[in-house]
């Protein structure tokens, strides 16, 4: 029998079928676990279930029985990767499991940016735009309008364009940017992409434009990245920024680590973008003293692109999906992140993974 350590969310229909069709023991722990600490403790081990914790060499040492790493994330990045293959470790992962969720958010920013409603909002609630009076019921053709003659008329100061009539540009159309090039086009928006490792001909099928580096920033209104993260100089950075134009936005739920953020900041503190949409930083949480907080054209949201509730039912059958195919003997079709500790396994298969010969497949 698998003994299984759980620290990511799963359903409980996935839970029952780890247990009842994979004969798993399943021992759940809180998130943030420290796996190591606990390996003496739970020394028959043979598989990790994860999605942030750390699973670096140390831990996969420590479970010398340790057959499966399973990360929950769309990439694993926070696993070993390399030192779980040299020990013949598969790691599964499950990519663009929170694609929908993302793109939903990156819509959301749009809108926010666009026709600045988080800017709208906030002077609303701070009783900025508010007044000391009484009310009037029965008024008609009510108008949000200043009794200072010479304050802010909202429908003045916050219009903003329509989405059909912009450019949205994607850089990156992994799973995330293709739900994001879906929703805007059936908005109405010309969406261009760059993607040097994508297929042209699926970028034209997917209703967008495939674009040269170079133009995807010149020709954007609104900017959306989806890059995989940097090791070293970011892909978007001051060069990037100055060739777009100054009525553009520009929306990161990707990796910080793909944008220039002092760049960035330079840029809105000269005008030269209309403003931007962030929920992923350098350095997190965001400081109090990070001056990205005194832009009133920026809008900022706490990293939960990924926040939906329906990213446990995504992963929940990613992992199945995985499962069920390396306990078919059917490896290809597994998200299977290091292949070669497959195909350096007896087999293929770990015996972990294996359909027990008692139960049938569902």
């Not at 990360?71 to 499950?94: F, K, Q």
Request: proline content about 7%.
């Amino acid at each position: 029998m698998t003994h299984a350590l759980l620290t990511a969310p799963l359903t409980p229909d996935a839970m029952l079928e780890l247990e009842d069709d994979f004969g798993w023991r399943v021992t759940v722990l809180p998130r943030g676990s420290e796996l190591a600490a606990l390996a003496t403790e739970y020394a028959d081990v043979s598989a990790l279930v994860v999605e942030a914790e750390r699973v670096d060499a140390a831990t996969i040492d420590a479970f010398p029985k340790l057959s499966l790493i399973a990360c929950l994330r769309g990439t694993p990045v926070n696993v070993d990767v390399d030192h779980a293959t040299s020990r013949g470790i598969p790691v599964i992962y499950t990519p663009g499991r929170n694609a929908e969720s993302v793109a939903d958010l990156v819509l959301g920013l749009m809108y926010s940016c666009v026709r600045q409603i988080a800017r709208a909002h906030h002077l609303v609630v701070s009783r900025e735009l508010t007044e000391e009076r009484e009310e009037r019921p029965g008024r008609k053709d009510v108008v949000w309008r200043p009794s200072d003659p010479s304050g802010v008329v909202p429908y003045l100061e916050f219009k903003g364009p329509e989405l059909s009539r912009l450019t949205l540009g994607l850089l990156g159309f992994g799973a995330i940017g293709r739900r994001v090039g879906s929703k805007a086009v059936a908005l109405g928006m010309r969406v261009v992409v760059h993607d040097p490792f994508v297929d042209g001909g699926l970028i034209i099928r997917s209703g967008c434009e495939p674009i040269s580096f170079d133009a995807l920033f010149a020709e954007s209104d609104v900017l959306s990245l989806h890059a995989p993260g940097q090791n070293g100089t970011p892909l978007v950075g001051r060069d990037q920024l100055g060739s777009m134009k100054p009525t553009s936005y520009l929306i990161n739920t990707a990796r910080a680590s793909v944008l220039d953020y002092d760049a960035l900041l330079a840029a809105l503190q000269a005008g030269r973008l209309a403003g931007a949409g962030l929920d992923v930083f350098p350095d997190e949480p965001l400081s109090s003293r990070n001056p990205m907080l005194e832009l009133p054209n920026v809008t900022l949201t706490p990293h939960i692109g990924g926040a939906s509730a329906n990213v446990i039912e995504h992963q929940s059958e990613l992992l199945l999906h995985s499962m069920r195919a390396l306990a078919g003997e059917n490896a290809d079709a597994a998200f299977v992140h290091n292949r070669q500790a497959l195909d350096a396994l007896p087999g293929r298969i770990p015996a972990a993974l294996r359909w027990p010969p008692a139960v049938g497949a569902r």
